[in-house]
């Protein structure tokens, strides 16, 4: 009979862990002298400290680590130690040769010189360290009892057992075997059914190596071993070791530790179990799936491995410190996990022992660190069922409406054209001061602001700029999606959605004596305009009864009524994209000169905890104005209005169904059919999230950290491997593909080793 606990497939052989055993075999005396055992030992605690990898505390350039650097400066002559510099030093009586100095407060024994010297005159081999050669299928060991094997690691066994004296236990019963296997493979006892399955007549006692009926006893323990492994109770035994390595939580860590949704990764890693996955796969995925051509929801959620480090919502919390030590978490799991390597030491510097040297330690975080930490919608296999079924659905209407309109594409364009001539040209007002709270801001190069680290349920915030402003006619604020915001925003809210209470334009002339321009708004249009209606239980009020605050339409955010709001929450489905409002003054604005605008938006209708993700904030916006005298009485789509500007001969079919999906709406003759794909909109299923990784557009650049501090940036680094271990692979690919790559490489020494002795 012969069974795996676990299979990955074919890249990591369970042979592995015999070989680890068998090269880590004690040296017996008068073998060479073991440099990793006994020499690296004396030379790191003695010398490495001036004369090792860490640059800083160098002296004399000499490394003691580097056989060719230590030959060259003849501290070591092979096969000569009375011609070697570092025998003649340790040796010395005189206090200014000696080595290490006497200031030092460390000494070298009579024994350890032994050693060294022996090991010189063994022609002093930098032996590398077993682990980090690529381990091979090594043959199988001669038993004496031949018949007992029943599989290659048997084999192994009874070698040992043999070498020892010793015989193998008797067999177990059947029964009690299919206990063991039982706890082993799904962490429950056997039914009641599996044991009268494996039961050989009326003992207990009776077994295939009693001579009995070995091939019945056989086939029943192997029907049994194919129940358990096909159980759904396999993935969820075998995944709680793989969540342990990979530091599943489901709430987020630090003071705050707030409750997070991150169980569809949990659910990937028991379904890769359950589909035995093979190992390579398993992890390229876990690091990279976002990255692979055609990316699907599974091997994205797979990217939840990046994203179980604790994340710190904290008000005093700086967002790119928490996104350092995020990077470190990876950086150490990925080495605990996959390589079976401590990396820790290598963050804040070259360690004595460990092979990795910090600046290689920072190539990996290179590999790794050009990636949002995002959060996407997620989708049970029935409600991607119902989510296909509205689409096919709206689909199905809009392709009938085109059917019955040959001419639909000259008359959208038109519509386009007329539409086109509208627009205002807008200029966007970049703040140059901003609010320093506990919720931190930050200005990117387009102009917008994205909201990071503290949510707060309510808040008034500033931002503000100083500028010629000549002639203002209308203000628009865009609320825009970002990859780092919840189910890519644009607002901060569980739901990615945010509600703007109230938004107020403040002008400032700096002309001496100018009084302040509280700019009053008496009309706005918007690309979504929910109706009228409650807030949702996770943004009211301690006591719902004294609650009676409402969101809506843009009118809401100009209303001077505290108690309403415009919200970007149009429902699961058309919530998560960008969306803006142009918010137009009793009469045009005119500053002859400079002046500083402020712009405030109130936000006021979050929940009572904000340690319970209740906050109901924008999470990134946008401020431009403009001084054309004609203002639209109407709006599209945020996303739809850049495909105004382009002409209808370069126009793709996408691009002419979007037009055509904002075009039908201003046409009486499709109300009814409007009306059907609003009522198929309601039907969207409602989702939960998962914490994903999502690439940056551009890399980011990484820098050596001085001691791992995020504020004491080195010198430039670029996406690499460690030299000990095996070579990082070259392609077009994504650095942080190839990385994932180059961990499962099939000449990687370690990763084969991590696995299997972890399993």
């Known amino acids: 009979m012969r069974f795996s606990p676990v299979s990955f497939g ?16 004690i040296l017996q005396a008068g073998e060479p002298v073991d440099f990793n055992r006994e020499v690296r030992t004396i030379l790191s605690d003695n010398c490495f400290l001036c004369h090792g990898p860490d640059e800083e505390a160098r002296e004399a350039g000499l490394r003691l680590d580097d056989r060719d650097e230590a030959i060259d400066f003849m501290a070591i002559v092979p096969g000569s130690p009375e011609e070697s510099g570092l025998i003649a030093r340790i040796t010395s009586d005189d206090p200014d040769l000696v080595m290490p100095p006497p200031s030092s407060g460390k000494s070298i024994s009579s024994e350890e010189a032994e050693t060294l010297t022996r090991w010189i005159a063994q022609d002093a081999h930098y032996d590398e360290h077993w682990a980090f050669v690529v381990p091979r299928r090594p043959d199988l060991p001669t038993v004496k009892n031949t018949q007992w094997p029943r599989n290659e690691i048997d084999s192994f066994v009874l070698a040992r057992l ?30 009641l059914d599996q044991l009268d399955q494996v039961a050989v007549s009326d003992s207990s006692e009776i077994s295939a190596h009693d001579g009995h009926d070995a091939s019945a006893v056989d086939a029943a323990m192997e029907d049994v071993i194919d129940q358990l492994i096909e159980s759904p109770h396999f993935g969820e035994r075998w995944a709680r070791w793989w969540l342990d390595a990979a530091r599943y939580s489901d709430s987020a860590g630090y003071e705050k530790d707030m409750q997070r949704s991150v169980w ?23 690091i990279a799936g976002d990255l692979i051509s055609g990316a699907t929801q599974s091997q994205r959620v797979a990217t939840g491995f990046l994203r179980n480090s604790m994340t710190n919502e904290e008000g005093g919390a700086d967002p790119e410190q928490f996104r350092v030590e995020g990077m470190f978490d990876r950086i150490d799991a990925i080495g605990k996990a996959v390589l079976g390597i401590t990396a820790q030491c290598a963050q804040c510097h070259t360690h004595k022992y460990d092979p990795i040297s910090h600046a290689e330690y920072y190539e990996m975080f290179a590999a790794l660190n050009s990636f949002h930490e995002g959060c996407i919608s997620v989708y049970t296999p029935d409600q991607a069922r119902r989510r296909d079924e509205t689409m096919t659905s709206i689909t199905r209407i809009e392709d009938g409406l085109r059917a019955a309109t040959p001419d639909w594409k000259e008359r959208v364009d038109d519509w386009a054209d007329s539409m086109a001539a509208e627009l205002p040209v807008w200029q966007v007002m970049k703040p140059t001061t901003v609010p320093f709270q506990g919720q931190k801001f930050e200005v990117l190069p387009d102009g917008s602001i994205v909201s990071e680290s503290y949510a707060p349920t309510v808040s008034a915030d500033d931002f ?51 009084p302040a321009i509280d ?14 209606r409650e807030l949702k239980p996770q943004y009211r009020r301690r006591d719902p009864s004294k609650d009676h605050r409402k969101v809506g339409p843009i009118e809401f955010a100009f209303d001077g009524n505290a108690e309403t709001a415009w919200t970007t929450d149009f429902g699961p489905g058309r919530s998560n994209q960008s969306r803006h409002a142009v918010f137009v003054p009793e009469s045009p604005i005119v500053v002859d000169g400079e002046a500083t605008l402020t712009f405030t938006l109130v936000q006021k209708h979050g929940g009572w905890n904000s340690d319970d993700n209740q906050n109901f904030l924008m999470g990134r916006y946008r401020f431009s104005i403009t001084d054309d005298e004609s203002i639209p009485q109407s709006t599209i789509n945020t996303s739809t209005l850049p495909i105004l500007a382009i002409p209808a001969s370069e126009r793709s079919e996408l691009q002419w169904k979007a037009l055509f999906s904002q075009w039908r709406l201003s046409q009486e003759s499709f109300a009814k059919e409007n009306a059907e794909i609003e009522s198929l909109w309601h039907q969207y299923p409602e989702t939960t999230t998962q914490l994903v990784a999502i690439a940056t557009e551009q890399p980011r650049e990484t820098f050596v950290l001085r001691r791992g501090d995020f504020l004491s940036p080195a010198e430039r680094v670029t996406p690499g491997a460690p030299e000990f271990l095996n070579s990082m692979p070259e392609s077009n690919e994504p650095d942080r593909l190839r990385f994932a790559r180059w961990l499962v490489s099939k000449d990687s020494p370690t990763t084969p080793r991590a696995i299997v002795n972890r399993v």
Request: charged share 20%.
């Open 10 to 25: 074919p890249t990591i052989p369970t042979i592995c862990l015999a070989a680890s055993m068998i090269a880590g075999s």
């Open 162 to 191: 043999e070498a020892e004296s010793l015989a193998p236990s008797p067999p177990a019963a059947p029964e009690t075997l299919a206990r063991r296997l039982s706890l082993d493979l799904v962490g429950l006892p056997p039914s």
């Open 264 to 286: 569809f990764y949990r659910d990937w890693v028991i379904d890769a179990m359950n589909r035995d996955m093979p190992y390579d796969q398993f992890v390229i995925e876990q």
């Open 464 to 514: 503000s700029l100083t500028t010629h402003v000549g002639t203002i006619s209308a203000v628009r604020l865009e609320a825009l999606a970002h990859p780092q915001l919840p189910r890519g925003g644009p607002g901060r809210s569980i739901d990615g959605t945010g509600a703007l209470s109230e938004f107020k334009v403040k002008i400032q002339p700096t002309a001496k004596d100018a």
């Open 519 to 532: 700019v009053k708004f008496v009309r706005a249009i918007a690309d979504v305009n929910p109706s009228v």
